[in-house]
């Protein structure tokens, strides 16, 4: 029997289909994806299923763990990894380089570098870090440079090592810099640069899983660039990862991490030296502060609020803020939910048109229930600009003369084109069919569920809506007054 709960969401990925991904996501590759983040899946997987035609994310996830076709599931870590880099990115840490590390170097009388830069994406990090060593450790001088540019990203990696740029992909690189080591694109691949090859000949690109046991590499690196990938990993993850790095890295050897990526919590295991720019802890250093010597106690597990649950009924309209269930069962009618993502403040009405000719009637008795509702919104602390909808109802489930007003048809319409001209996005829609509906929406988080109503409970709900929608026809055969609304 299928969960009730468990019902495709924003536009077709079920909950335990994305918790299924998570899992598998975490399992391979230590990225730990927040609940927050289906629509991001969604909108990153939908290719492949169109690639194969397929009707489910559960199918293309069997596909993706038995690499079938061989390389799917490389293509699904491909798919669901980030890749956001630039020439230069963090300027300081290339001064650091230059004023510090290599000077430090070269004092010591040690000209043979050997650097790991462990997020290559693009190669827009490993080609500045290239540009940097090529420039202040000359072959010419002595120096035995070597950089290996690694990332789990196989298509990123080969377009790191192809080494061509549209223009505006090195807009950050220095001008003396791109005349000297990049070729300008003319004719068809006007527009374009390429890394010149005594840059590539600094590099070896290779795959690499961070989480993956043993790395295929057996040198100790002087140098490990790391940087913005540790965020996407949990505790227990960038701990490991931290003491393997520790155990790469030459007792001496320096790490760089990213801007928002401060390792004080493992100061038994690298020291700092700068801006997030860190060594080894050696024996001989001084003890770290006792809170750092060991991860901090996880604080004790708070339990979650109890959701309240509200049901409401044909015309009623329920705003809350924090954690929440509203329900309600829909035939004809509609049921517009809508929620602000940032403030935890959300909503559902319950409404029906009169299904009166008059279609003035029907959108101001339609507009007064869709504002009723964002009023309410607004009062909680909701931002009319960030609020998005997820809409259901409009069943064909009338009596035949309510059938000829086309009553459940009309207030689908209506409340799809209300949004739109409102716009506000309809992140999911069950509109539509014959049959009635059980509706539970979690306002503070976005979750809408639909379960089919039971044969004994449709009856109650048609006769309510019958009644209703009778009562409400006699009422506006002639248009209603303006009743003091104010649009806004």
Not at 17 to 45: N, W
Not at 57 to 72: I, M, N, Q, S
Not at 227 to 252: E, G, H, K, M, S
Not at 280 to 295: G, K, N, Q, V
């Amino acid at each position: 029997m299928t969960d009730p709960h468990d019902i495709a969401d924003d536009s077709g990925l079920r909950p335990s289909e994305y918790e299924a991904i998570r899992a598998y996501l975490y399992q391979e590759t230590g990225i730990a994806l927040g609940p927050d983040k289906a629509d991001l899946v969604f909108s990153r997987l939908s290719k492949r299923l169109r690639h194969f035609g397929l009707r489910s994310f559960a199918e293309y996830l069997a596909r993706a763990k038995a690499d079938d076709p061989v390389g799917e599931r490389q293509e699904f870590f491909n798919a669901l990894t980030t890749n956001k880099t630039d020439f230069f990115r963090e300027s300081h840490h290339f001064d650091v380089l230059r004023e510090t590390v290599i000077p430090a170097y070269r004092a010591a009388g040690q000209k043979r570098l050997r650097v790991w830069c462990a997020a290559s994406s693009t190669g827009e990090e490993p080609y500045t870090l290239a540009m940097t060593f090529r420039d202040h450790c000359p072959a010419s001088d002595g120096w035995d440079v070597k950089i290996l540019a690694s990332d789990i990203d196989t298509k990123v990696l080969a377009t790191a090592a192809r080494g061509v740029y549209d223009d505006a992909r090195v807009r950050d690189v220095p001008p003396e810099l791109l005349r000297r080591h990049f070729l300008r694109g003319t004719g068809a691949t006007a527009g374009k640069v390429a890394v010149r090859q005594e840059l590539k000949d600094l590099l070896s690109f290779r795959q690499v899983n961070l989480i993956a046991e043993p790395w295929p590499m057996n040198n100790r690196f002087d140098i490990i660039f790391c940087r913005n990938v540790v965020i996407y990993f949990d505790r227990d993850t960038q701990r490991t990862l931290l003491t393997r790095f520790a155990a790469q890295l030459d007792p001496n050897g320096y790490l760089f991490m990213g801007h928002s990526e401060n390792i004080h919590w493992a100061a038994d295991t690298f020291a700092a030296i700068g801006n997030t720019v860190y060594r080894p802890r050696l024996a001989s250093d001084t003890p770290p502060p006792r809170s750092f010597a060991t991860p901090p106690p996880k604080p004790a597990a708070k339990a979650e609020p109890k959701e309240e649950e509200h049901n409401i009924i044909l015309g009623d309209v329920k705003a809350t803020k924090g954690p929440a269930v509203i329900k309600t069962l829909l035939g004809s009618c509609v049921a517009a939910c809508l929620y602000d993502p940032e403030s935890g403040v959300g909503g559902m009405n319950h409404f029906s048109l009169p299904g009166v000719a008059d279609d003035g009637a029907n959108a101001r008795y339609g507009a007064y229930a869709m504002e009723l509702l964002i009023t309410s919104l607004m009062k909680k602390g909701a931002d009319r600009s960030r609020l998005k909808a997820k809409v259901f109802g409009g069943g064909k489930v009338l009596d035949v003369e309510s059938e000829r007003l086309n009553v459940g048809a009309r207030n689908a319409a209506f409340v799809l084109t209300f949004l739109e001209v409102e716009g506000i996005p309809v992140l999911a829609q069950s509109l539509g069919g014959t049959k009635g509906r059980m509706i539970r929406f979690r306002p503070h988080t976005g979750q809408a569920f639909e379960k089919p109503l039971a044969g004994r409970e449709l009856p109650k709900v048609v006769e309510r809506e019958e009644q209703f929608t009778s009562e409400l026809f006699q009422k506006t055969e002639a248009p209603p007054a303006d009743d003091g609304i104010t649009l806004f």
